[in-house]
């Protein structure tokens, strides 16, 4: 399996900046990479994918990149806000169906 | 709502104890799978089956078992093999290939050990 590594400190940031929140991983590069949000005691939930082949992807303030050749995917929340507020999962796709995660990045947005 | 449901959100389980916990989905998925998440760790994978009366390991399964005998379940039972149970437990389920929608996930069962 790979080893993934998210950045390991917390995130505290004003509202209305951009928080980047960055993935490492060891080993292949994958077909494709997932970031998921997870709020406390609930289980993660799916925000985006980005596949090798693509640079960037959006989805309203939420920006990824993926550089094959670092073995780096940075996530950035734009304009953030409160409720934004949450832990951050990477997650890298190992064949047809299995998700390898990082241990996740915490940010938090204040007002 | 199609969705995920485990139950329960919390479970006590004594020394030497095994407990089932439950999963059931409504998605039609065909696969499904169990998560381990530890503090500042990553999800781990224990066990995860793509269709009816077929699972296999993930990378920590010594001390669980799994049972896939309908669709729509995947109960899993922490054994007292298990040293080490208390932890937050996500089910998730996918279609077969998930790559471009991602997993959906239970809102977890927290297993404590007392």
């Known amino acids: 399996s790979q080893k993934i590594e998210q950045n390991s400190e917390a995130l505290n940031i004003q509202e209305g900046k951009t928080a980047t929140l960055t993935c490492n991983y060891t080993?292949?590069?994958?077909?494709?990479l997932q970031w998921y949000r997870q709020d406390p005691g609930r289980g993660p939930v799916f925000l985006l994918l980005?596949?090798?082949?693509?640079k960037e992807k959006r989805k309203e303030r939420l920006k990824v990149t993926f550089d094959t050749t670092l073995k780096q995917s940075l996530f950035h929340i734009t304009a953030s806000q409160p409720a934004d507020s949450a832990t951050y999962l990477c997650?890298?796709?190992?064949?047809?169906?299995?998700?390898?995660f990082g241990a996740g990045t915490t940010v938090t947005v204040r007002a | 709502d199609g969705g995920i449901t485990q139950s329960p959100k919390y479970l006590f389980r004594k020394e030497g104890q095994n407990v089932t916990l439950s999963c059931e989905q409504n998605l039609n998925h065909d696969a499904m799978y169990w998560y381990r998440q530890d503090p500042g760790q990553g999800l781990r994978l224990i066990y995860y089956?793509?269709?009816?009366?077929?699972?296999q390991k993930g990378d920590i399964a010594e001390g669980y078992s799994v049972s896939r005998e309908k669709k729509e379940s995947f109960p899993l039972t922490v054994t007292s093999a298990q040293k080490n149970p208390t932890a937050f437990y996500l089910c998730?389920?996918?279609?077969?290939?998930?790559?471009?929608?991602?997993?959906?996930f239970g809102s977890g069962t927290r297993l404590t050990v007392v």
């Open positions: 997650a890298l796709v190992e064949g047809d169906y299995k998700l390898s």
């Open positions: 089956s793509q269709i009816v009366n077929d699972f």
């Open positions: 080993n292949y590069s994958p077909a494709y």
């Open positions: 980005i596949r090798e082949n693509e």
């Open positions: 998730a389920s996918s279609p077969k290939v998930q790559v471009l929608i991602g997993y959906t």
